[in-house]
């Protein structure tokens, strides 16, 4: 058994091999690895062509179900700091994380979809990637959510009371 694991383990490597470049003479049966390269600053270490294609604007078309599951997953992922309303005053803030900017204001009202999208993946300031826990879809998704509160905002008479369902 352990014989068929390790020939087993032997063929998967020399088939990750891409076999474009010759191989150095070595006297071990392992096969040499290059070291891996620093990811620029930036960039998804871990994303794959498909991915890097997801995060290309304009994205995937805005419809009801999007903006409702970038709802969702804003609840999850963005309302602890954010607060439900984008207002900045989530829990984590009331426990003292520093309060991120209201989403209402003249400058963050600017941002487009693909610009949010690029604060989800890459962070901002204070603000960590959330790269590795929001798919690239769904990024769109949350991005045309905040989009929809903000006009829900701007569109209410006072503001402050409108409370999102
Ligand atoms: C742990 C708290 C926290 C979470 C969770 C969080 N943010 Fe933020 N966010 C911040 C802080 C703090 C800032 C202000 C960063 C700065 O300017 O230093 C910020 C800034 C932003 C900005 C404004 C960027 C700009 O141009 O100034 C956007 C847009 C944003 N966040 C979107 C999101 C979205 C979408 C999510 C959910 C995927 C999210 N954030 C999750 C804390 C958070």
């Known amino acids: 058994m352990r014989l068929a694991l390790g020939v087993l383990g032997t063929l998967l490597m020399a088939a990750c091999d891409s076999g474009t470049e010759e191989l150095a003479p070595v006297s071990s049966t392992r096969v040499v690895q290059r070291p891996y390269l620093p990811a620029p600053p ?90 590795d826990r929001v798919l690239p879809e769904d990024r769109w998704a949350i991005a045309h959510f905040v989009k929809e509160l903000q006009a829900r905002e701007g569109a209410s008479s006072t503001g402050r009371e409108s409370a999102v369902p």
């Open 42 to 131: 930036g960039t998804v270490p871990r994303g794959t062509a498909a991915q890097f294609a997801a995060l290309a604007p304009p994205g995937p078309q805005r419809t009801p179900e999007l903006v409702s599951r970038g709802h969702e997953r804003f609840m999850i992922f963005c309302s602890p700091c954010h607060g439900v309303s984008g207002r900045g005053d989530g829990r984590v803030v009331s426990r003292g994380f520093p309060a991120p900017p209201t989403y209402h204001q003249e400058r963050i009202r600017a941002l487009s979809p693909a610009q949010i999208v690029t604060v989800i993946t890459e962070g901002k300031g204070l603000m960590a990637s959330y790269a």
